[in-house]
C-alpha cells in the first residue's frame, strides 16, 4: 500500500471529530478521541476518570482467574479505596459493594462505579470538552484543512 495512503487513514477527520459531539460513547470509541478527551480531562485535573473507565473496559476482557483477583486489588487500591491516590468520586454504598467484591473479583464488579463516573463524565466533563478551546480548534484546524 501506498505510505500516502496509509498516513491518510491515520489522520483525524472533520467527520469523525463531528461524531464525537453526537454522544460521549461515540468519543470514547475513537482512538483519537479518548486521547484527546483524556488530555482535555488532565488540563481540568480529572483525567482519573477516563482512566478509570479504560482500566475497567481492560479489566473486562481478563481471562485469567489470578490475573482477575491481582487486578481488581491494584485497581482498587489505586482508584476506590478512601484517599486513594486517583480516587474517584463514587458513593460510600458502590464504595462499600466493590470493596466486598473484590474478595471474589468477578468481571462486573467494577460496573457500579464505572457507571458511575461514566454518568459525571456524560453529564459534566463531556459538555465541558465540547465547548473547550481544545476541541473547538481542532474542530476548525480540520475543517480548514478540507477546503
Same mark, same amino acid.
Given at each position: ?5 496509509? $498516513? ?9 471529530? =463531528? ?6 460513547? &461515540?468519543?470514547?470509541?475513537?482512538? %483519537?478521541?479518548?486521547? #484527546?478527551?483524556?488530555?482535555?480531562? $488532565? ?15 481492560? /479489566? ?16 482498587? $487500591?489505586? %482508584?476506590?479505596?478512601?484517599?486513594? =491516590? &486517583? ?11 466493590? &470493596? ?5 473479583? =468477578? ?8 457507571? #458511575?463516573? %461514566? ?6 466533563? /463531556?459538555?465541558?470538552?465540547? &465547548?473547550?478551546?481544545? /476541541? ?12
Amino acid at each position: 500500500m501506498d505510505p500516502d495512503k496509509r $498516513k491518510g487513514k491515520d489522520r483525524l477527520s472533520f467527520e469523525e471529530m =463531528t461524531q464525537w459531539s453526537l454522544s460521549l460513547e &461515540r468519543l470514547l470509541s475513537s482512538k %483519537y478521541g479518548i486521547q #484527546i478527551f483524556q488530555a482535555f480531562l $488532565k488540563s481540568e485535573f480529572s483525567d482519573e476518570n477516563i482512566e478509570f473507565w479504560m482500566v475497567c473496559e481492560d /479489566y473486562k476482557k481478563i481471562r485469567s482467574s489470578f490475573r482477575m483477583s491481582s487486578r481488581a486489588k491494584k485497581i482498587f $487500591k489505586c %482508584y476506590i479505596q478512601a484517599e486513594a =491516590t &486517583r480516587e474517584i468520586n463514587i458513593d460510600h454504598k458502590t464504595r462499600d459493594l466493590i &470493596r466486598r467484591n473484590v474478595a471474589a473479583p =468477578t468481571r462486573e464488579c467494577f460496573n457500579d462505579a464505572q457507571r #458511575i463516573v %461514566y454518568n459525571l463524565m456524560e453529564k459534566d466533563s /463531556y459538555p465541558r470538552f465540547l &465547548r473547550s478551546d481544545i /476541541y473547538r480548534s481542532l474542530l476548525d484546524s480540520t475543517s480548514k484543512s478540507m477546503m
